[in-house]
């Protein structure tokens, strides 16, 4: 039997264009992504998405540590970037462990942007999608990600 696992559904809107809410999510995580909210053994230096399809979704450490989160499954700016999680129940990178994260920026009047997060295809996770799915699902992760997001958004560009 196939064991389906709803997928964590989150949005906010933010007080900037599409393009720019894009570029907040994907070229500048670092000033946002919660620090503690990583699996290396150092602190996080930068986060990276590199901007094309296939690119890699990675953490550099301020030791000089890398790891990886997952790759850039789709690449369409402004309006979606799709990145696969592949860090399992045991919070350590996986090859062939493939979950994704799909994200939309939608104008939501001028000026505002509705950014929609869905983190999908959690059956990847087998016998601990369940409780991975309630690990998503608490207030400290999806949720408090993408208000970190929304609170970077709000800042000016200098």
Known sequence: MI???????????VDTDPARA???FT???????????HIGSAPIERIVIEP???????TRHEDG??????????WEPPGRVVLTWQ?????KYHENLVTSVEVTFTEAGPGRTRVRLEHRD???FGADAAA?????????AWTATLEAYAVAARIPTP
């Open 22 to 24: 894009f570029e907040i």
């Open 122 to 124: 959690l059956d990847a």
């Open 132 to 140: 991975m799915r309630g690990t998503f699902d608490e207030p400290g």
């Open 27 to 37: 070229a500048d995580m670092t000033s946002w992504w919660p620090s503690a909210h």
């Open 3 to 13: 064991q389906t696992v709803e997928s964590i559904l989150r949005e906010t809107v």
């Open 52 to 58: 094309h399809r296939g690119g890699r979704w990675y």
């Open 65 to 74: 540590t890398e790891t990886s989160t997952g790759f850039v499954a789709a």
């Open 87 to 91: 860090i399992g129940a045991d919070w």
